[in-house]
């Protein structure tokens, strides 16, 4: 008897402990995942470079956007990993005034005070400092993901490590997983339409490797493991930071009973989640298909009604017109 079968109900939101096994694998392993700790970031881009290399990801072209060092920009189809540069006027937080047009230098990057010695001294608002945050982002790897439930070929699939692969042997492009996704991760390649994004490096984990953009990580910014491991580590390491005079560190997507269930992928940021491009509450879009099935039933079941009284009433009329 499978895991599936011993759940109690399929579940498309709310906690769910073993994904794997809802998804009907036997004796999986401990679902892994990624922990992004944002403060240890440097924007070297090894991570998009192993990703490229690995997955043998296609170029995705060389423009200049004017976002800093960002010229990917975003996540797409033909990039699996990006890191995003944000410049940040120094001495303020949350809602931030617009950037003053002068550029960070190297001395620029976010200063924590993760030593001993004392803090530098923040500078003051309106001075025209900046300094960068910097993140890799990645497919979070929902726990409920809709991008999978919509999926009308199974070329999105869940693995026995709890991930999210797409398949792209099966994907017919129809496209339906794209605006399912509520990050706006997974997109179609222009160039035949079908839909990519991280797998995690599957074909890595079945080797019992970590994935390619973990191994590349210099300051192990990326750290790949078991999901449990991972959240008291990260839980760990907000408590230092919070300690060490940094007290708007914070974990995104951590939760089992947030709006997807947790992510495979989460993040210690510095900032709220919009400042690095990240919805606040992400919610699975699938959420509500059993209470919109059940009102369509019910809607269906009165049309069907009314129908059939709108031929039977004046049937009975005649009827007794008659007698």
């Keep these: 008897m499978t895991a599936a079968e011993t759940s109690p109900e399929h579940l498309l939101s709310g906690p769910e402990k073993d994904p794997a096994g809802d998804a009907g694998h036997r004796d999986a392993p401990p679902r892994v995942g990624f922990f992004t700790d944002t403060s240890v970031c440097i924007g070297c881009k090894a991570c998009e470079v192993a990703c490229k290399e690995w997955n043998a990801i296609p170029e995705d072209g060389l423009s200049l956007s004017g976002m800093s060092y960002d010229n990917t920009q975003g996540l797409g189809a033909s990039t699996w990993r990006h890191v995003a540069f ?16 002068a550029a960070p230098g190297p001395e620029g990057r976010a200063l924590l005070p993760l030593t001993d010695a004392p803090a530098p001294a923040a500078s003051a608002p309106g001075s025209g400092e900046l300094r960068w945050l910097m993140s890799s982002d990645v497919c979070k790897h929902c726990t409920h993901a809709a991008c ?27 496209g339906y997983c794209v605006p399912a996704c509520p ?21 890595r984990l079945g080797a019992g490797q970590e994935p390619a953009c973990a191994k590349a990580c210099p300051t192990e ?4 493991g078991p999901l449990d491991e991972l959240r008291e580590r990260a839980a ?15 974990l995104y997507g951590h939760e089992p009973d947030n709006g997807v269930g947790g992510d495979g992928a989460f993040f210690l940021l510095l900032d709220e989640p919009e400042v690095y491009g990240l919805p606040p509450a992400p919610v699975v879009t699938t959420r509500d298909l059993p209470a919109m099935w059940k ?4 809607a269906a079941l009165s049309l069907l009604g009314g129908v059939t009284l709108s031929f039977a009433l004046p049937a009975l009329t005649r009827r007794k017109g008659s007698r």
Excluded: M, W
């Design 183 to 203: 990050y706006g991760v997974i997109e179609q390649r222009p160039t035949d339409g079908r839909a990519f994004k991280c797998t995690l490096c599957y074909d």
């Design 295 to 298: 009102h369509a039933g019910a």
């Design 221 to 224: 910014s990326i750290q790949f």
């Design 148 to 174: 999978l439930d919509v999926c009308p070929t199974g070329s999105l699939f869940r693995t026995e490590f709890g991930t999210v692969v797409v398949q792209e042997d099966i994907c017919n492009g129809c």
């Design 236 to 250: 760990l390491r907000v408590d230092q930071l919070h300690e060490a005079g940094v007290p708007e560190a914070r």
């Design 86 to 101: 944000i410049e940040q006027p120094t001495g303020s937080s949350g809602s931030r005034p617009p950037a003053p047009p």
